[in-house]
């Protein structure tokens, strides 16, 4: 049995890969031409908005997959996003890299989609049916790694977020703080009381 502590040190804190989509190489960076594409958007052209989404979808799902854990729940969330992005893309000032406002609105989207999850009852059940059927049971090490994610998955919101935008999505504690909208030193913080709460809880 490994702490979370030092599992979190270790390469089995990198998360079991998700089915269909593939992740850009490197989350942060601009593609171009999102700028012209937004501005389009924003003036009512309805083919640069559906260029946008066919850009951005497989980085909305990714990011609902690894906030939920669930494959059907997270194509929920992106299908979700695509139909408030209508609206929404008209509050983008470009202030930010859209990149991390897309992090921020689908993330949103998660906790919403939580929410409801549990108001259902139908939340616990959906993860331990999805890690049993999908893992196989002598795969210890998958095991491990799939009960530290779903611990993770239940922390406070923030520390989960915190932890997943460090240690799934790879972004380093400024460009975190970026996405969540506070200070470095707060990603940190909450890092570090996620880990106390994880101590111990696989």
């Known amino acids: 049995m490994h702490t ?42 309805r083919a640069a908005f559906a260029a946008l989404i066919n850009r951005h979808y497989e980085f909305i799902y990714r990011v609902g997959y690894k906030w939920l854990g669930n494959q059907a729940d997270a194509e929920d969330v992106a299908q979700n996003v695509c139909i408030k992005l209508a609206t929404a893309i008209m509050g983008f000032d470009g202030r930010s890299k859209l990149t991390s406002w897309l992090y921020r609105l689908t993330i949103n989207a998660a906790h919403d989609y939580r929410r409801v999850q549990k108001r259902q009852s139908k939340k616990a059940e959906a993860l331990a049916s999805e890690t049993s059927d999908a893992i196989d049971p002598d795969q210890s090490t998958h095991l491990e790694n799939e009960d530290l994610w779903r611990a993770v998955r239940a922390l406070p919101d923030k520390q989960r977020d915190a932890v997943l935008l460090v240690y799934a999505e790879e972004l380093n504690h400024a460009e975190a703080a970026v996405v969540m909208g506070c200070k470095e030193a707060t990603v940190s913080w909450y890092i570090h009381e996620a880990k106390k709460a994880l101590k111990g809880a696989v």
């Open 4 to 45: 979370a502590a030092s599992t979190m040190a270790g390469p089995r804190l990198r998360p079991a890969p998700i089915p269909i989509v593939r992740p850009p190489a490197r989350i942060m960076d601009e593609p171009a031409g999102d700028e012209g594409l937004v501005a389009r958007a924003q003036a009512g052209d």
